[in-house]
């Protein structure tokens, strides 16, 4: 009986960004590309699979936009004028974030990461219900919405001070806005880390959305700019 192949440790994961050029992913990190699924009144709902890559040890995603092998770089950004300039700050997410108190929950938020996803908007918005999250119902969903978030945006706590985190293998996701048909962010999940051009390290997170269509004004973090 053959084995499955075993997920490589996130530990040996990364993704670096390269000056005025891709992200160079490297230690295996599976690929998927993700489909956004839409209720009846096309609010995002869930997301599903769409196709699985096959795993590479090392590959480079496109960040420019401009590459005619996406999600790949094919070495565009050298000609297009590619500016990749990072302007995203290194401060601590809990060090930035406002929050709501409810009565059951918080809902932790940094609007500066915003990826436009928009998982947020359904039955009255996850904000809304956090404040009425004594009733089971608007609980539930305030957790999923917020743990739909693929930006880690928003984050839902418990009144004793736990962040509850979908569980989330360690992969990039490739996504597409369902409504506009822009390209959406890659949605880096699992607490990949990721370092920058500089050298220097973000804050390891189990959700986070980079940058690829390369209008993004707080590389190399998303910011919705694609839906422009
Ligand atoms: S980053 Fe190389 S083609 Fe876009």
């Given at each position: 009986?053959?084995?499955?192949?075993?997920?490589?440790?996130?530990?040996?994961?990364?993704?670096?960004?390269?000056?005025?050029?891709?992200?160079?992913?490297?230690?295996?990190?599976?690929?998927?590309?993700?489909?956004?699924?839409?209720?009846?009144?096309?609010?995002?709902?869930?997301?599903?699979?769409?196709?699985?890559?096959?795993?590479?040890?090392?590959?480079?995603?496109?960040?420019?936009?401009?590459?005619?092998?996406?999600?790949?770089?094919?070495?565009?950004?050298?000609?297009?004028?590619?500016d990749g300039t990072e302007t995203a700050s290194h401060?601590?997410?809990?060090?930035?974030?406002?929050?709501?108190?409810?009565?059951?929950?918080?809902?932790?938020?940094?609007?500066?990461?915003?990826?436009?996803?928009?998982?947020?908007?359904?039955?009255?918005?996850t904000w809304n219900l956090t404040t009425r999250s004594?009733?089971?119902?608007?609980?539930?969903?305030?957790?999923?919405?917020?743990?739909?978030?693929?930006?880690?945006?928003?984050?839902?706590?418990?009144?004793?001070?736990?962040?509850?985190?979908?569980?989330?293998?360690?992969?990039?996701?490739?996504?597409?806005?369902?409504?506009?048909?822009?390209?959406?962010?890659?949605?880096?999940?699992?607490?990949?880390?990721?370092?920058?051009?500089?050298?220097?390290?973000?804050?390891?997170?189990?959700?986070?959305?980079l940058c690829r269509c390369g209008k993004s004004g707080?590389?190399?973090?998303?910011?919705?700019?694609?839906?422009?």
């Amino acid at each position: 009986m053959q084995n499955e192949p075993e997920t490589p440790p996130v530990a040996s994961m990364r993704i670096k960004v390269t000056r005025n050029g891709p992200y160079v992913v490297t230690g295996s990190v599976p690929l998927v590309r993700l489909a956004m699924v839409l209720d009846a009144d096309g609010e995002a709902l869930a997301w599903r699979v769409v196709q699985e890559y096959p795993l590479q040890e090392q590959y480079r995603l496109c960040r420019c936009g401009g590459s005619s092998t996406k999600p790949f770089c094919d070495g565009t950004h050298r000609r297009n004028g590619f500016d990749g300039t990072e302007t995203a700050s290194h401060a601590l997410y809990l060090d930035r974030a406002e929050r709501t108190v409810g009565p059951t929950l918080e809902l932790i938020d940094v609007q500066e990461l915003c990826a436009g996803a928009g998982f947020c908007h359904r039955a009255g918005g996850t904000w809304n219900l956090t404040t009425r999250s004594d009733y089971p119902r608007a609980r539930a969903l305030a957790i999923e919405e917020a743990g739909n978030c693929p930006a880690g945006r928003l984050v839902a706590w418990t009144k004793d001070g736990a962040p509850i985190e979908p569980d989330l293998g360690p992969s990039i996701a490739v996504t597409e806005d369902p409504v506009t048909g822009a390209i959406g962010p890659y949605w880096v999940r699992g607490g990949i880390e990721i370092e920058a051009a500089d050298g220097t390290t973000y804050e390891v997170r189990n959700r986070v959305t980079l940058c690829r269509c390369g209008k993004s004004g707080n590389k190399p973090f998303c910011d919705a700019s694609h839906q422009e």
